[in-house]
């Protein structure tokens, strides 16, 4: 479907990130507006007057706002590329209740191990194993054969919001000094993590992450939470992430074209 697509999201967010991985995945071009989430601009507000927050799409100027929204909107409106959701209607209800999981209650968790330290966040740390066993043995019951890629190979919404969630796993372990994912107690998640990053552009924004992008994502996001905003990063990195960014595009239109 044709018309002007653009994002309104933030460099630092997972929820932004999410988005652009969908808009990926499906092949679709868009212009990405960032916001500045201590002086938001007057279209996000104007845009999303209910929550005020990224990422909001824009298509042919109608808004649609929160990730998971977004990507099912994106899934059932550009119906060419790879699908996002299964098309069985009892298949798509697991990835939904297995996403709304993943977000609701495990990204919860991870992010109060953020925001606290001392007990509270031993306590945050312990419900992140809870929450990760019990993603564990979903994975065990509901995808018995290893794959939860929606055809088999091709990328869907759980594994873009468990990517969003996971994806930087090894910076937050090594920044909070908390053990999270354990390939012994979690064999499942962990390798679906690690296929994932087989994939293109997950790999990329994983490589991005691993090296400078996450660490800097996790202090921006936990500045946010304070009220103190994500703006210390030099506009010579941010420049250097979209150098990087451009880069990757050349790459990938030249394997298109092959």
């Known amino acids: 479907m044709a018309g002007k697509v653009v994002l309104h999201g933030m460099w630092a967010s997972p929820y932004s990130n999410r988005v652009e991985l969908a808009l990926k995945v499906k092949g679709?071009?868009?212009?990405?507006?960032?916001?500045?989430?201590?002086?938001?601009?007057?279209?996000?507000l104007r845009y999303n007057p209910v929550h005020k927050k990224v990422?909001?799409?824009?298509?042919?100027?109608?808004?649609?706002?929160?990730?998971?929204?977004i990507i099912e909107y994106i899934d059932e409106t550009?119906?060419?590329?790879?699908?996002?959701?299964?098309?069985?209607?009892?298949?798509?209800?697991?990835?939904?209740?297995?996403?709304?999981?993943?977000?609701?209650?495990l990204f919860e968790a991870i992010i109060t191990v953020v925001k606290t330290d001392g007990e509270a966040q031993?306590?945050?740390?312990?419900?992140?194993?809870?929450k990760l066993k019990v993603l564990e043995e979903g994975i065990e019951g509901n995808y018995p054969e290893g794959s939860l890629f929606v055809n088999g190979d091709s990328v869907g919404l759980l594994d873009i919001v468990v990517h969003s969630i996971l994806g930087a796993h090894k910076v937050h372990e090594e920044v909070l000094g908390v053990k999270f994912l354990d390939p012994e107690k979690y064999p499942r998640v962990t390798s679906w993590r690690q296929r994932l990053l087989m994939r293109r552009w997950l790999a990329f924004f994983s490589f991005l992450g691993l090296g400078l992008l996450n660490l800097q994502q996790l202090n921006a996001y936990k500045g946010l939470l304070d009220n103190?905003?994500?703006?210390?990063?030099?506009?010579?990195?941010?420049?250097?992430?979209?150098?990087?960014?451009?880069?990757?595009?050349?790459?990938?239109?030249?394997?298109?074209a092959q």
């Open 122 to 130: 031993e306590r945050a740390g312990k419900e992140v194993h809870e």
């Open 55 to 69: 990422p909001v799409l824009v298509h042919d100027g109608k808004p649609i706002a929160e990730s998971l929204v």
């Open 78 to 105: 550009w119906t060419d590329g790879p699908r996002l959701l299964p098309q069985d209607p009892y298949e798509r209800a697991k990835v939904r209740f297995w996403a709304g999981f993943c977000q609701q209650q």
């Open 28 to 44: 679709i071009e868009y212009e990405f507006v960032e916001e500045d989430l201590t002086n938001k601009s007057e279209a996000l």
């Open 228 to 256: 103190k905003g994500g703006n210390f990063v030099s506009q010579s990195y941010i420049s250097c992430l979209i150098a990087l960014l451009c880069l990757l595009n050349v790459f990938e239109k030249k394997a298109n």
